[in-house]
């Protein structure tokens, strides 16, 4: 059974940093690529960054590019999220997903496995 875990969000105020963890289980998970997506209030899931299964090729949205970080450790199966200078925008439920072919895929149809999510709230 596949579990993806996010953990690490929480309640910041603008310009802090925050950390996101996504724990993987009951997959081979040095081969998937991995993703990074969110959902704001009232608004549709959007892709957040991605990160292929070595590493090698990461992918941004625009309005993250220079302040947030994609990477991954596959001795602890779990991919990570660096958040630098938060804003109100930034707020939304975020969610892990993994790709089976390793890629670092920004459309959310090409993931076959999706976390619950975690919350991140950015005040001023």
């Known amino acids: 059974q596949v579990q993806l875990v996010e953990s690490g969000g929480g309640s910041v105020q603008a310009g802090d940093s925050l950390r996101l963890s996504c724990a993987a289980s009951?997959?081979?998970?040095?081969?998937?690529?991995m993703g990074w997506f969110r959902q704001a209030p009232g608004k549709e899931r959007e892709f957040v960054a991605a990160?292929?299964?070595?590493?090698?090729?990461?992918y941004y949205t625009d309005s993250v590019k220079g302040r947030f970080t994609i990477s991954r450790d596959n001795a602890k199966n779990t991919v990570y999220l660096q958040m630098n200078s938060l804003n109100t925008e930034d707020t939304a439920v975020y969610y892990c997903?993994?790709?089976?072919?390793?890629?670092?895929?920004?459309?959310?149809?090409?993931?076959?496995?999706w976390g619950q999510g975690t919350h991140v709230t950015v005040t001023t």
């Open positions: 009951g997959l081979f998970f040095s081969r998937y690529g």
């Open positions: 990160i292929s299964w070595n590493g090698g090729e990461t």
């Open positions: 997903a993994a790709e089976k072919l390793g890629r670092a895929s920004m459309r959310s149809v090409l993931y076959d496995y």
